[in-house]
């Protein structure tokens, strides 16, 4: 039954969701590392993103290169008036954050469903091709998806660990106060750490929706993952992150082809159940020393 | 700041006198009582059964948060409660207070298996696994459909005792349940084993330390919380007439926390007041349809901008300003 086919599927189809659950994760986690919020709002913002370009994309008909980024863009820089207006009253406060950004999904979701009604509709497909490559057929839409993903996290990567900017995130992250002593301006810094996560929620919302379908709702998902992965890998880790969606995306690829969808989500709940037993602090996350 | 310190913001928040706080429960009880009566249309009983329900789930979960545990599996144990009275009725004819009391001691049981597993963890990690925990139960409820009806849930739930059929006597039977469980809470909280759990979420070592078995104190309350709201989930299914896993969700284990929190998770108050609102408000929001939700989520980060501490902290602050003004008048 593990024909040289079915293989294909599923390393593709594991790569792409891998590269979109790393997107949405990496957003997560770093939202929890910089500002401790635990960001309800986040599937939110993914659904934006599938809007925007559904917008973009299938109704102004953008080149397919610029309506991608421009989409996850246009609900970044909506996320920062959030940011103003919302976010930043609850910065370190960790259980009216988690309350205030349920607040915010709410109101997200539901303006979406006043606006746009209940129903799913669809992003037209940017590439139709199947590529064959050694006997195995591969959906060029797959792989495009994966390589947007890979291109923006290389950015991401870079950012965090080549610029200045990247280095007082990364500061603040450990200790706002000893940052802030430091002369980093964390207020600017925040608000570059809530710009990121949300472009790259949007943007893996936009993907999402391409190759699934689009609709109010759709963030419930996203969310759910970004949850899971963010355990796998350590709460606030970032390279936890990136670790936990390839995991998920992979296990998930092989166990839906395999054995369907049902089992997939048993399995993966189920591990991260035990891991959270066995070593709480995730795969790459530190021990909380603070713990009492 | 940390997760295991969640309400220290409420902290302080200066409460009514023993006098005043019983004059509130004469009150409320007073209004549970008579509220039919000033008010006899259906709607409203409906609406007060509503409340008196969830008012369960609220206080069980404010025993567990007073303890410095955040369950988000909560409405995961109201379900397995709900499933299992309504399944030995329908399938096995297991009469009435029997049922009621399965429906109790299940979730409770599953609560002293798992208990010591997985309260050892702390803070967000005890969150987070109970989520997990959560879905997979929802999951499972969906899926065993050959036990569970699936998705589609299970239609004609026979009322919970027999002949009592109208809804004005289910609504005094809730009010009564609900009655007992608060009560048995504030007893809780109010005793010795009140300070222990306080103990036990400041400092857990140090609670050790002091020669409190701590695991089994954690544990012996999360059964209780989770007996508690498995009555919840029995009378929510005979009030329905109907059970389906999507009533036990993890949106609605997040509503229990959200109750508690909008409230002002610091007092049992904080968690009737939460309860209370929480239902009322999308009532009062009725007349704005479409808008219903998006104001709701609005008034919920207004709330939890403006007061840290909940509803509660409005209830403070005015009797400081009292205190204050009793204060210059006899000066």
Same mark, same amino acid.
């Given at each position: ?81 959030? /940011? ?95 940052? /802030? ?70 296990? /998930? ?40 | ?107 409770? +049981? ?65 009010? =009564? %349940? ?33 020669? %409190? ?54 007092? +049992? ?15 009062? +929001? ?7 939700? %998006? ?15 909940? =509803? ?10 009292? +205190?204050? =003004? ?6």
């Amino acid at each position: 039954m593990l024909t040289p086919a079915i293989i294909g599927q599923i390393l593709v189809n594991g790569a792409s969701l891998s590269a979109i659950y790393v997107l949405i994760a990496l957003g997560f986690t770093l939202l929890f590392g910089i500002m401790r919020v635990v960001n309800f709002a986040h599937g939110a913002f993914a659904m934006l993103g599938g809007y925007a370009l559904y917008y973009l994309y299938g109704s102004l008909g953008l080149p397919y290169v610029l309506a991608v980024p421009a989409a996850a863009g246009i609900v970044a820089a909506a996320g920062l008036a959030l /940011e103003v207006l919302v976010f930043r009253w609850f910065y370190n406060r960790l259980m009216p954050g988690m309350i205030g950004s349920l607040g915010v999904n709410l109101a997200l979701v539901f303006s979406a469903v006043l606006i746009w009604d209940v129903y799913e509709r669809s992003i037209p497909p940017a590439f139709v091709d199947i590529v064959r490559l050694g006997g195995v057929l591969l959906p060029l839409d797959r792989l495009v998806v994966t390589g947007i993903a890979a291109f923006v996290l290389l950015l991401f990567w870079l950012l965090m660990t080549r610029t200045r900017q990247g280095l007082a995130m990364r500061a603040a992250a450990q200790d706002v106060e000893i940052a /802030e002593a430091q002369g980093i301006d964390t207020i600017r810094i925040y608000r570059l750490a809530f710009f990121i996560a949300v472009f790259m929620a949007a943007l893996a919302g936009g993907l999402y929706a391409q190759t699934y379908s689009l609709s109010p709702f759709m963030g419930e998902r996203p969310l759910l993952v970004a949850f899971i992965v963010v355990i796998l890998g350590g709460m606030g880790s970032i390279p936890g992150a990136a670790l936990g969606g390839i995991i998920l995306g992979f296990v /998930e690829s092989i166990l839906s082809t395999l054995y369907g969808a049902a089992t997939s989500s048993f399995v993966s709940f189920g591990a991260v159940i035990l891991l959270l037993v066995l070593r709480p602090w995730g795969l790459l996350g530190t021990p909380d020393t603070m713990r009492a | 700041m940390d997760a295991a310190q969640p309400f220290a913001a409420a902290r302080g928040v200066v409460l009514p006198r023993n006098w005043a706080t019983a004059a509130g429960i004469t009150a409320a009880l007073a209004l549970a009582v008579g509220w039919p009566l000033l008010i006899g249309n259906p709607f409203f009983i409906t609406l007060g059964t509503t409340i008196a329900l969830e008012l369960i789930g609220a206080t069980s979960l404010h025993l567990l948060l007073r303890m410095g545990h955040i369950s988000l599996a909560h409405a995961a144990f109201m379900g397995i409660g709900g499933y299992t009275a309504v399944l030995l009725r329908m399938r096995m004819d297991v009469p009435f207070p029997f049922d009621l009391i399965a429906g109790a001691l299940a979730p409770a +049981l599953l609560a002293l298996v798992i208990g010591p597993v997985i309260l050892r963890l702390s803070g967000k990690y005890f969150a987070l696994v109970t989520f997990m925990s959560g879905e997979i139960v929802r999951l499972s409820l969906t899926q065993w459909s050959s036990l569970t009806g699936g998705a589609n849930g299970i239609f004609g739930v026979p009322p919970l005792v027999p002949g009592l059929t109208s809804g004005l006597q289910f609504y005094y039977l809730a009010v =009564l %349940i609900s009655a007992v469980c608060i009560a048995l809470v504030a007893r809780l909280l109010t005793g010795e084993i009140g300070r222990v759990m306080a103990s036990i979420r400041e400092s857990e070592r140090l609670a050790a330390c002091s020669g %409190i078995p701590v695991v089994r104190v954690k544990v012996t309350v999360f059964a209780i919380a989770s007996a508690m709201v498995g009555m919840q989930g029995v009378l929510h299914a005979h009030h329905l007439h109907y059970i389906d896993p999507s009533a036990f969700t993890s949106v609605q284990s997040l509503n229990f926390l959200v109750m508690n929190i909008i409230g002002g998770a610091d007092h +049992l108050i904080g968690a009737v007041a939460g309860a209370v609102f929480l239902v009322i408000l999308p009532e009062l +929001l009725r007349d704005y349809q479409g808008l219903q939700q %998006i104001l709701f989520g609005i008034i919920l980060v207004i709330v939890m901008a403006g007061l840290p501490g909940g =509803l509660v902290q409005l209830i403070g602050l005015g009797w400081r300003a009292a +205190l204050d =003004l009793r204060r210059r008048f006899a000066a």
